[in-house]
Structures are given as C-alpha cells and as structure tokens.
C-alpha cells in the first residue's frame, strides 16, 4: 500500500473513531439536573374549584434492577405489596401507603396548598415513586375528600412536566354530632394454611391523627368492631402488628372500615363474597390519557368481600407537549439502552489510536 493510500486509510480510521466517540457521548445519560421533572395538580370537581387543599408528597420508593417496585425510607419496611400492575393496584397501595404516612406522622418531602385556580406544582422531582396525599376542604354544605395518587417518575434525557387530576369522594356534612363506624378484618389467600392466622389482632382506632383506643378482633365478635365517633373528624384504623408472612390493605367509605391481611406464600385467590358491603360516593374525573413515562392510580375495585357502587373514579396523569396515551395492563417503563454506550466509546477509542498510529507511519 502507497504511502498516499496509507495515509487516507488513517485518516478515515480517524475520522470514523472520532464519529463512534461522539455517538457514545450522545448517548451518555443525562445528570440528576437534566432527569428532574415538574407534577402539577389539578384540584376541580366542577362547577368548584378546590383551592386552599393542603398536599403532601412523600418518596416512597423506586424500581429495581428487575423492574419491580421497592420501598425506601421510612415506608420501608411497611407490609405493602408492590406488585403493581394493574391500576387497581396502584390505588390499594396508595391507600395503605398514606394510611401509615398520616398516621405515624412520617415527614413530607414536600407540602404545598392548591392555587385561586385549584392547582399545586411540585418541582425538581428526581427518578422514583412518590406518593400525594391531600387534605379534605369543605366548600358549601360538602366536604371533598381526595383520593391519594402513586406517580412514577421513570426520568428522560429532558425534563418533564406532567399533570395529574385526582379523584375525590364528595360526601354532605353530617346532620348529627357522631357517626357510627364499623370495621372488619379478612383473611385472604391462606385458605389452606390456616394454622399462619393469629388467634387475634390489635386494632388502633384514630381521630385526627390521634390515637383513641385499641380494640381487639378474634372469632368471638366475628372479626368485627363497632364504634362511635365525632362526625367532623378524620377517623380512621391502623392494625397494630400485621402477622409475619401477611400484607395488609385498608378499604372503607364514610362509615365502614374493611381490613383485608392476604397470605405471601402464592398468588392471591378470589374468596367468596359474604354479608359486609361497603358502599361509596365518588366523583368520576374525565380520563384523558397517561404518558408511558408516569404510573397513576386508577379505577376503584372492591375487595372481594365487598360491593363498592358510584362509578369509577380514575386519577388521571399527563404530560405536556407530547403525550402518550397508556391503555392499560402492565405499566410501562421507558428509557434508553445504555448497553452499546461502552462498546461504542471502546471502538471508538481503538478506532482513534489505530488511525493515528498508520497517519505515523505515512
């Protein structure tokens, strides 16, 4: 080979190098900075606007390298099933989830209150899974109730900027002073193990974050409890010591509280409906569409024990600009592959030296 030919053969080389170098630069990931993503929410249950509605968001967790969920910090050790694949799902965990936040009274990341206009940015929100639990306002002779709202953030090389409208129950004020609650405890999926069932369990009963009474449910009153409570407050049931091998659920309306513990050995099983229903008045927010790169909670689904009327209420998240419509199943991931970015820079770093090793030799 010419020296002529020889040199032109090393300065493609070098050429080529420096194309696959830059290649591998592009595909470098972006920063934290560059993943941070702005969520807006919409507070409206026409014709009222809800402003003055107080939001908490918690970082609750992240995917792992398999792609399924885990959670961090203080909800840790919670016995949640973060097997979310359904937008069921990712309500009954919502709801648990901001059951503990509220009442061992865990530290938002962040707290804010909706806007004249009924909404709440909260922004430079990294890679993770957060939950928002709002407050209830009243506005003329009704109380709105939100829902809490799981959102993945799954991060992209630009920033984001989703909207999210959560779902309300809308309920009149109460006429009387108190209200009498009721709460019941299922077993679930451990029909073949029943020796894993404790012979009873601890129930805290709460008003206003505080802890009232606690209450114990066994076979001798049925699993079932009965009380009396100011009709103005936040009532709500926490169990005491979930039993080892079990993941709890906590589901209710206005009145009734249903506390459901599913076995984790295998996969859940459909029980038999028996007497308790659990009853519910719900406002169903307009589904518009979720972008691929955010997991919401969605439709309300009964527990097998129980029959929940007042339509679906869906929770719906969107991003701006450009938005893709999810219809459902599995929820999505997205993101790069970032295999090729090591073997593209390793080429084209052999590529370099090698074309100006035979440019030396000209």
């Known amino acids: 080979m010419t020296r002529t030919a020889l040199h032109r053969f090393g300065a493609l080389l070098c050429a080529l190098g420096v194309c696959l170098w830059l290649t591998a630069c592009l595909l470098l990931p972006a920063t934290a900075e560059d993943t941070r993503s702005n969520l807006t929410l919409i507070c409206r249950s026409d014709p009222v606007t809800l402003s003055g509605m107080q939001w908490n968001l918690y970082r609750v967790g992240a995917r792992s390298a398999d792609g399924s969920y885990q959670l961090e910090g203080d909800f840790a050790g919670d016995p949640v099933s973060m097997e979310l694949t359904t937008a069921s799902e990712m309500q009954t965990a919502a709801d648990t989830l901001e059951n503990y936040a509220v009442l061992e009274q865990r530290q938002p990341q962040s707290t804010d209150k909706t806007d004249d206009s009924g909404s709440v940015t909260f922004g430079e929100l990294e890679k ?52 009498q609650y009721t709460v019941r405890k299922v077993w679930k999926n451990d029909e073949s193990q029943p020796q894993d069932r404790t012979a009873f369990i601890d129930v805290g009963l709460y008003q206003d974050g505080t802890l009232t009474d606690t209450v114990r449910l066994d076979e001798s009153n049925g699993w079932t409890y009965h009380w009396s409570a100011d009709a103005l407050a936040d009532c709500r049931i926490l169990e005491m010591d979930v039993p080892k091998g079990y993941t709890v659920v906590y589901r209710g309306n206005e009145t009734q509280f249903l506390m459901i513990n599913t076995h984790n050995s295998t996969k859940a099983s459909t029980i038999t409906p028996e007497s308790t229903v659990v009853t519910t008045e719900t406002t169903t927010m307009a589904v518009t569409s979720a972008p691929a790169t955010s997991q919401v909670t969605g439709d309300t689904t009964a527990p097998a024990t129980s029959s929940v009327t007042g339509g679906a209420a869906v929770t719906t998240v969107r991003q701006t600009g450009n938005t893709t419509a999810s219809s459902g199943g599995k929820l999505p991931q997205t993101g790069q592959l970032w295999w090729p970015v090591p073997v593209l820079a390793g080429a084209g770093l052999v590529l370099v030296v090698v074309g100006f090793r035979l440019h030396s030799k000209k």
């Not at 993770?128 to 829902?147: E, F, N, Q, T, W």
């Not at 709202?149 to 992209?156: P, T, Y």
């Open 128 to 179: 993770g899974l957060y939950l928002l639990a709002g407050k209830m306002v009243v506005s003329g002779d009704k109380r709105y109730i939100p829902s809490p709202v799981l959102v993945e953030i799954a991060g992209k090389p630009e920033e984001m900027n989703l909207l999210a409208y959560p779902k309300f129950q809308v309920r009149k004020l109460p006429t009387s002073d108190t209200i």
